[in-house]
């Protein structure tokens, strides 16, 4: 079965640093792997996506993403944070073999980047 | 353009009632989805449809009911509201012929309680 895991409720980071959120995956296949972005009150947007080829993929925002299959890793990373940034980030996955097309969400990580 | 587009916004029940939350498409996406969101547990499918006249479930299928007469619309129905089917829900869609690699689009959610 998928599953997804982002280990930090909360990521704290001063506007101009660069921040690192955390995710984790599970698939018996090869996947396929997404961060979404959600602001207040608002639906999930999509920020990157990795399907194949180059490890590092970049997204909307500045924002990119590094897949590491050894690890199983799909971190999202931005090298100078926004206050504008802070926002609750999804990671979610999708095994290439299955035909359900289901997309599985973690719990979800909030980013609060301070002035 | 329109998007996804969900119905009501915010709805109030008490438990027993029924009632349908509305999504809509206009980008001729095949594939929608609907997922509740709680606090702690990120997003979890409850349904899915690959297509009109094609629906499946997914993690949390239980209580609700979902059908696709045409390529546009998704409703979802609550068959007998319960308390802990108070959430937000959300409706998302992607790009025909590419549900497995695509990303999703959201509609701005509908927030429910139930009394």
């Known amino acids: 079965a998928q599953s997804v895991a982002q280990p930090e409720d909360q990521v704290n980071v001063a506007e101009g640093n660069p921040l690192t959120v955390k995710c984790t995956y599970s698939?018996?296949?090869?996947?396929?792997l997404f961060w979404y972005v959600q602001y207040p009150n608002r639906g999930l947007q999509f920020l990157l996506k990795y399907i194949t080829g180059d490890n590092l993929v970049k997204g909307s925002y500045g924002f990119e993403a590094e897949f590491n299959k050894s690890q199983t890793s799909f971190h999202l990373k931005k090298p100078s944070a926004l206050v504008s940034d802070s926002a609750l980030y999804f990671c979610a996955v999708r095994d290439k073999g299955d035909s359900s097309y289901k997309l599985i969400f973690g719990s979800g990580t909030r980013l609060l980047v301070r002035p | 353009n329109a998007g996804v587009t969900q119905t009501p916004k915010f709805q109030v029940l008490k438990t027993g009632q029924s009632m349908t939350l509305q999504c809509a498409q206009d980008m001729n996406h095949e594939y929608m989805s609907w997922y509740r969101q709680d606090p702690g547990m990120g997003l979890r499918l409850i349904h899915y449809?690959?297509?009109?006249?094609?629906?499946d479930q997914g993690e949390v299928p239980n209580g609700y009911n979902v059908s696709r007469s045409t390529t546009e619309d998704f409703p979802l129905r609550l068959l007998s509201a319960a308390p802990s089917q108070t959430s937000v829900y959300f409706c998302a869609s992607s790009y025909k012929g590419h549900p497995n690699t695509g990303e999703l689009f959201f509609g701005e959610g509908s927030r429910l309680t139930v009394l």
């Open positions: 698939v018996s296949g090869n996947p396929y």
């Open positions: 449809s690959v297509g009109a006249g094609i629906t």
